[in-house]
């Protein structure tokens, strides 16, 4: 299974990006995708994440800015990020937990960086 995640780039704060991540590969059904980031000098954390049946999840520090979305029959997931703050600076990474197996894989990551 390979992940590719898109979108990243330099944003103004208050400024909104939209990052995609597309699966391919062997693929039968999947279960939980997320975004996860990671800060310079800091551990990677989790921003988002949604299940199949489309239940959402996310970190405090992202709750009414961020929204994430999938679509199943194409095995992407979409982050939408408004009011984006220079502390949202960070790579995003995509990670998907697979239905059947239960096994996890990894994006290679998105770089988005927000200017104050």
């Known amino acids: 299974v390979q992940l590719v995640e898109s979108g990243g780039g330099l944003v103004q704060a208050g400024g909104s990006r939209g990052l995609s991540c597309a699966a391919s590969?062997?693929?039968?059904?999947?279960?939980?995708m997320g975004w996860y980031r990671q800060a310079p000098g800091k551990q990677r954390e989790l921003v988002a994440t949604?299940?199949?049946?489309?239940?959402?999840n996310y970190a405090d520090v992202v709750k009414g800015r961020f929204t994430i979305s999938r679509d199943n029959a194409k095995n992407k997931m979409y982050l939408q990020m408004n009011s984006l703050k220079p502390e949202d600076t960070a790579v995003y990474y995509c990670?998907?937990?697979?239905?059947?197996?239960?096994?996890?894989?990894w994006g290679r990551g998105t770089q988005v960086t927000v200017s104050s």
């Open positions: 949604i299940t199949r049946g489309g239940r959402t």
């Open positions: 990670n998907v937990i697979m239905e059947l197996t239960r096994e996890e894989y």
């Open positions: 590969g062997r693929i039968f059904a999947i279960n939980t």
